[in-house]
């Protein structure tokens, strides 16, 4: 398999050891550690549902993440042109810009979006894995 683009979801579920993941989700990543790649869009997620008490952390958010990060390096992602331009060719039924980002990131970089949001999953002309 390819990279592996974590969704938000998915990248936060298995830092903090969710049993919300799905094993075969859980193992796929474990075992293919070197090849994780996160969007710099999951972290301002992240920081955002922090900031609302949508989620909660042990510690400031920045110290989390660098902690995170420690813990579970992976690649970045980084946001280039070609992504926000693909941004737009993307078709979802609603319009949460972090799911655009997310699937046009996994286009441009040629990556394995995993992920369990159903209206992904569905994407034409994206490789996604939910296990």
Same mark, same amino acid.
């Given at each position: ?15 903090? *050891?969710?049993? &919300? %993941?799905? @094993?075969?989700? $859980? /193992?796929?990543?474990?075992?293919? #550690? +070197?090849?994780?790649? !996160? ?13 609302? *008490?949508?989620? &909660? %952390?042990? @510690?400031?958010? $920045? /110290?989390?993440?660098?902690?995170? #990060? +420690?813990?579970?390096? !992976? ?19 609603? @319009?949460?810009?972090? /799911? ?32």
């Amino acid at each position: 398999m390819r990279g592996l683009l974590l969704d938000t979801h998915i990248w936060f579920w298995y830092l903090m *050891g969710s049993s &919300r %993941l799905p @094993r075969l989700i $859980r /193992d796929l990543i474990a075992h293919s #550690l +070197e090849e994780c790649w !996160v969007s710099p869009i999951s972290v301002w997620e992240l920081g955002m549902l922090a900031d609302k *008490g949508r989620i &909660r %952390l042990d @510690r400031e958010f $920045r /110290d989390w993440l660098g902690a995170a #990060l +420690e813990a579970m390096p !992976v690649k970045d992602a980084t946001l280039t042109r070609e992504v926000a331009l693909r941004c737009g060719e993307i078709e979802l039924p609603h @319009r949460d810009p972090a /799911d655009r980002f997310l699937a046009a990131t996994a286009q441009v970089y040629g990556l394995t979006l995993v992920t369990v949001d159903g209206h992904l999953r569905e994407l034409k002309n994206l490789q996604t894995f939910s296990g």
